[in-house]
């Protein structure tokens, strides 16, 4: 076998023993991932016992926003009125003592909610959707891909304030 | 002229393997966040943002180390150049559609744009091609 063949073969197992010890390490958030388990998944959800905020993926969001879901936009003001979710309401995280009354005033408690936020590494929604169920909302779902994918994927981009 | 060709190629190896060694511990400590920079790029569906996320560092860590302690070094740097290689069509796709992200190539917080990026992988696929060429040159072949 020449040389440059045996080089590239030990740098294919190189790559796949990283591989292997990443998913090793990382076999669950990936599992989770692909299962769309993530918001769940966290320490949070291992020690609570409460009802907790249910993952939903893109296509479930749209289901839910066509049978009257309300999205509920967790990211700060400028971000909400930069682009968001058709029919959301904001609900920054930062400011949800102030807005709080406000909102359980216009949503009922039956209400679905669909919380989202940056996607990706932001806790900001899952953290709002606990809030919000010990405000006694029961059926709060979480949009883990949150506002990128949902733009990334082409769909309806609103934009201005509420 | 043979000895500083040597003292050439275990800088280099050094620096790259120290490089990508850091890059690669860097993510690995904030998988999700670094999930979240890959899906910046808008290359992969949802959950393969996380599957890439998950395992690149652990490559980058591997190839790395293996480059600072000096095993398996040529393989290693062939990987590199190869991976370097891609990172770089990656970001010229993110510059041509415009995106304006932050690589994430060293974990989140680190805020370079592709552009300083695209230089950055630039030097490192030429420290990468400079080890991998070095290293039969300057070396002495193993003694079986």
């Known amino acids: 076998m020449k040389p440059l063949q045996l080089t590239l073969i030990e740098a294919v197992l190189i790559a796949l023993l990283g591989l292997l010890a990443g998913l090793v390490v990382n076999h669950r958030l990936v599992l989770d991932a692909f299962a769309g388990r993530l918001a769940a998944s966290g320490p949070v959800a291992a020690t609570a016992s409460a009802i907790l905020p249910q993952p939903v993926l893109l296509a479930e969001v749209r289901d839910l926003a066509a049978a009257g879901a309300l999205p509920v936009d967790a990211r700060d003001g400028a971000l909400y009125a930069d682009g968001h979710l058709p029919a959301a309401v904001s609900l920054p995280l930062a400011e949800a003592d102030a807005l709080m009354e406000r909102f359980r005033q216009q949503v009922a408690a039956e209400r679905t909610l669909i919380l989202y936020c940056n996607g990706y590494g932001c806790p900001d929604s899952f953290d709002l959707g606990l809030r919000l169920i010990s405000e006694g909302y029961r059926d709060v779902r979480v949009f883990e891909g949150g506002f990128p994918e949902w733009r990334d994927a082409g769909l309806p981009v609103v934009k201005g304030n509420q | ?114 552009l300083q990026a695209l230089g950055r992988d630039a030097l490192l696929l030429a420290l990468a091609v400079a080890v991998y060429w070095q290293h039969d040159r300057y070396l002495p072949p193993p003694t079986t």
């Open chain 2, 1 to 114: 002229m043979k000895h500083s060709g040597q003292v050439s190629y275990h800088l280099c190896r050094l620096l790259l393997g120290a490089v990508f060694g850091w890059a690669g511990a860097v993510k690995a400590l904030d998988v999700p966040a670094f999930a979240g920079q890959v899906a910046a790029y808008q290359l992969l569906p949802y959950a393969w943002n996380y599957a890439v996320a998950a395992t690149l560092p652990y490559v980058e860590l591997l190839a790395g180390t293996l480059l600072l302690v000096n095993i398996r070094s040529k393989p290693a740097a062939l990987l590199l150049l190869l991976l370097n290689t891609l990172f770089i069509a990656v970001l010229a796709s993110v510059m041509a559609r415009g995106l304006s992200i932050d690589c994430g190539c060293f974990g989140p917080d680190a805020g370079t744009t592709p």
